[in-house]
C-alpha cells in the first residue's frame, strides 16, 4: 500500500499538457521510446492509446512507456484481438451477468453493466477472457475520445463471497489497471451488502489510487448517494434495478449477440479474419 501512495505521489508532479499540441508532443515523444515496437503492434499503439497511458500515468512518459510495453508482451502472449463472442464460454449466463448495456450516460459514455450476485458458470479463466473481450470492445468503441470513455455499473444486491472468488477479482483489476488503463471514468456499487465491507478492505489495497477516488458506493435506501446515479444518468433509460424508470424488462439475448458480432468484425476479431490476422512470432 505504501508503494501505492508513494507512486501516486511521484506521479502527481507531471503536470497535464493544456493544449493538444503539448499532449501530441508526449504522444510522440512516447512513440520514440517505444521504438520498433509501434510497427510490429501500429493498431493497437495508435495516439488514442498511447495517450490513453499517457493521461492514467498523469502525462509521465517514462511511466506510460512502460505500461505500454508490459501491455504489448502480454498482447502478444493473450491475443486479445483474436477474441470474439463465439469464444465465450457460456455466453447467455455470462453476457446477462456481465454486458455492454444498451443505453449511454448524460456525457454519451459506454455503460458496463456487471452483476457480481450472480454466480458465474464459466471458470476462473473463460471470466478473465469474457472480461477482456468486453475491454478491448470498450478499448476499439473509445479511438476518438480525449477522456475516459466507461461507467462501470455494479449490482451488489444478493452478493456472497462465494459470487465473487478473490483471485478472479485481483486479476480482474491488474488487467484494467495495467492493459486498459485510462478507460473507467467512474465505477459505481450499487447497493454492496455489509459484508462486503471486509471484503473491499482487501481488495481496495490492489487498486491504484487513481482508481481507488472513482469508486463511488450508492445505496438505494440514500437519497444523498442516489444523487451520483441522478447526475449520471437519464433515468427514463436506465434500468430499474440501479434506480432507473425504464421499463425494458428482459435482457434479448439474439439481439445483443448481434451487436457484438458485428463490432467483431469492425475490429477484425471474426473467426473468418484471425487466419489472416496471426501476429509474428516471438522468442
Known amino acids: 500500500m505504501s508503494y501505492l501512495l508513494k507512486k501516486t505521489r511521484s506521479d502527481a508532479t507531471q503536470q497535464r499538457p493544456s493544449s493538444s499540441e503539448e499532449q501530441l508532443e508526449k504522444v510522440n515523444e512516447v512513440r520514440d521510446l517505444l521504438g520498433t515496437l509501434t510497427e510490429e503492434m501500429p493498431s493497437f499503439l495508435s495516439?488514442?492509446?498511447i495517450r490513453r497511458f499517457l493521461r492514467?500515468?498523469?502525462?509521465?512518459?517514462?511511466?506510460?512507456?512502460?505500461?505500454?510495453?508490459e501491455t504489448v508482451k502480454w498482447r502478444r502472449e493473450y491475443r486479445p484481438d483474436a477474441i470474439s463472442w463465439e469464444d465465450i464460454a457460456e455466453m447467455e449466463d455470462e453476457a446477462r451477468r456481465t454486458h455492454v448495456a444498451d443505453y449511454?450516460?448524460?456525457?454519451?459514455?459506454?455503460?458496463?453493466?456487471?452483476?457480481?450476485?450472480?454466480?458465474?458458470?464459466?471458470?476462473?479463466?473463460?471470466q478473465i477472457k469474457h472480461l477482456v473481450y468486453l475491454l478491448e470492445y470498450f478499448a476499439m468503441n473509445s479511438a476518438d475520445e480525449q477522456d475516459e470513455y466507461v461507467v462501470w455499473l455494479t449490482y451488489f444486491r444478493g452478493w456472497s463471497i462465494s459470487s465473487t472468488p478473490f483471485s478472479p477479482t485481483r486479476e480482474s483489476i491488474n488487467i484494467i489497471q495495467n492493459y486498459y488503463p485510462g478507460l473507467?471514468?467512474?465505477?459505481?456499487s450499487f447497493d454492496?451488502?455489509?459484508i462486503f465491507e471486509s471484503f473491499w478492505k482487501i481488495?481496495?489495497?490492489?487498486?491504484?489510487?487513481?482508481?481507488?477516488?472513482?469508486?463511488?458506493?450508492v445505496y438505494a435506501s440514500k437519497p444523498e448517494s442516489m444523487k451520483i446515479i441522478e447526475d449520471l444518468f437519464d433515468l427514463d433509460t436506465l434500468e430499474?434495478?440501479?434506480?432507473?424508470?425504464s421499463t425494458t424488462t428482459s435482457?434479448?439475448?439474439?439481439?445483443?449477440?448481434?451487436?457484438m458480432r458485428r463490432a467483431d468484425k469492425m475490429r477484425g476479431a471474426s473467426k473468418m479474419q484471425m487466419a489472416t490476422t496471426d501476429l509474428p512470432d516471438h522468442d
Open 192 to 194: 454492496p451488502p455489509r
Open 251 to 259: 435482457f434479448d439475448i439474439n439481439k445483443y449477440a448481434e451487436k
Open 104 to 126: 449511454l450516460d448524460k456525457n454519451g459514455r459506454s455503460v458496463f453493466v456487471s452483476n457480481v450476485a450472480m454466480k458465474s458458470k464459466a471458470s476462473f479463466e473463460d
Open 240 to 245: 430499474s434495478s440501479f434506480g432507473g424508470r
Open 47 to 49: 495516439d488514442t492509446t
Open 203 to 217: 481488495v481496495k489495497n490492489f487498486i491504484q489510487q487513481n482508481m481507488k477516488e472513482k469508486v463511488k458506493f
Open 184 to 188: 473507467i471514468a467512474v465505477a459505481i
Open 56 to 69: 492514467a500515468r498523469n502525462w509521465s512518459t517514462e511511466q506510460a512507456t512502460k505500461g505500454l510495453k
